[in-house]
């Protein structure tokens, strides 16, 4: 069976740090993309960012650049979304998700239907509630 479990959401105050896992099992990493994927109530979802495991690349939406890093432990056959400077606008819902392709997308097309639409497996989300 397939599947994708984060891990390590909660509760931190704005200006915190967190970092929030997905583990997969099932399949290995190799020749998949993984992205980061974020729902808010009230707000359309966003697309964080994704990591290739063919070469390591990643992209990132222009508003997580520099506070939000992604990367990998193929060992351990998880992805790390490490977010630093947290604001309560980062409050949501985080999921990860998974799908077999060489290369991630453009950093504009991380929210995207066909992006979002194309993962083939899902983890259910970790909630992140961030203060003020």
């Known amino acids: 069976e397939v599947l994708l479990v984060e891990s390590g959401g909660g509760l931190v105050q704005a200006g915190g740090s967190l970092r929030v896992s997905c583990a997969a099992s099932?399949?290995?990493?190799?020749?998949?993309?993984i992205g980061w994927f974020r729902h808010a109530p009230g707000k359309e979802r966003e697309g964080i960012s994704c990591?290739?495991?063919?070469?390591?690349?990643?992209v990132y939406a222009d508003s997580m650049k520099g506070r939000f890093t992604i990367s990998t432990n193929s060992a351990k056959n998880t992805v790390y979304l490490q977010m630093n400077n947290l604001k309560p606008e980062d409050t949501a819902v985080y999921h990860c998700?998974?799908?077999?392709?060489?290369?991630?997308?453009?950093?504009?097309?991380?929210?995207?239907?066909?992006?979002?639409?194309?993962?083939?497996?899902w983890g259910k989300g970790t909630l992140v509630t961030v203060s003020s």
């Open positions: 099932g399949f290995t990493f190799d020749n998949y993309v």
């Open positions: 998700a998974a799908e077999r392709t060489p290369s991630c997308p453009g950093p504009g097309t991380l929210n995207s239907d066909a992006f979002y639409y194309g993962m083939r497996y």
């Open positions: 990591i290739s495991s063919s070469d390591g690349s990643t």
